[in-house]
């Protein structure tokens, strides 16, 4: 009995179940040669762009890409020795921004179109004045001359900088001040620094947001910067600029959001310093971290 279960089992299997598409001989065909020519094909091709590239390194082709190093990225890490301070700044300025600045400030756009584009092209108008002063501390006599024209253009013919005339006149507003003069003359953007309601800077760009605000006061342009109307004035100008900046706190999500926005407020500080000198070689950051630190 045994026997002939047995003897039904193999020709089942030798019979019906093996046509059924089970065939252990069934493997993928080895292909040496193909897979070796293919290879060599490879191989040959790889060697043919690295001589090209040479050839074309040593001619000193003008439009040959320039090979990076890890010498040329950037640090992410910056001089920042105020940390604690300014995290608790940057706390602070997330939630007031929350709280009350970006109300007041979403408010504000409720405003029609014509009366916040007046504010802002006043406002505007107002900052050339540093403008003309700071272009000429930096010896770039000829924006200097433009952010007059601008002044001169809009006060009169743009009724008090409320309608941007100048713009018209091709003379394209490019606001400087004090911490660009001293970018200019070699200072260096020194520590990362947050400030209370204004936000990311550095030492260099809070001496130079002094030296704006001492200019304004010893200007007094229209009588609006000293006294009871330089608070409605400074108010108003501070709702109208936060109006029209899209950033919002803690919107990424990102748990390092403190550490990308000093890595690219002070690598953009850095750019803006070599193009105010083209001529000389950029140099590596100072402002990072020392070892140990």
Known sequence: MKGSASLVIVTLLLGGCATGGFDMHRMPPETPAADNAAAIKRAVAAAAAAQEAAKIERQGAPDAPVPLTAADAPSPRTFDPWQRLNRFSYRFNARFDEAIFLPVADGYRWLPSPIR???????????????????????????????????????????????????????????????????????????????????????REGVGLLGDYATNYGIDLGDIYRGDPSWGVGVVNAVDQRANIGFRYYSTGSPFEYENIRFLYVRKLLLEDAGLHPHEAPARPDIEVPAGQ
């Not at 000829?142 to 253009?153: D, K, M, P, T």
């Open 117 to 203: 584009t007046g504010v802002h092209n006043i406002f505007g108008n107002l900052s050339e004045v540093d403008s003309v002063i700071n272009y000429t501390l930096q010896g770039r006599l000829g924006r200097g001359v433009r952010s007059l024209g601008r002044f001169l253009i809009n006060s009169t013919v743009g009724i008090a900088g409320i309608f941007d005339v100048a713009t018209r006149f091709k003379l394209v507003y490019a606001p400087t001040g004090f911490g660009t003069t001293l970018a200019k003359w070699g200072m260096h953007p020194g520590p990362f620094l947050v400030i209370p309601l204004i936000g990311p800077s550095t030492l």
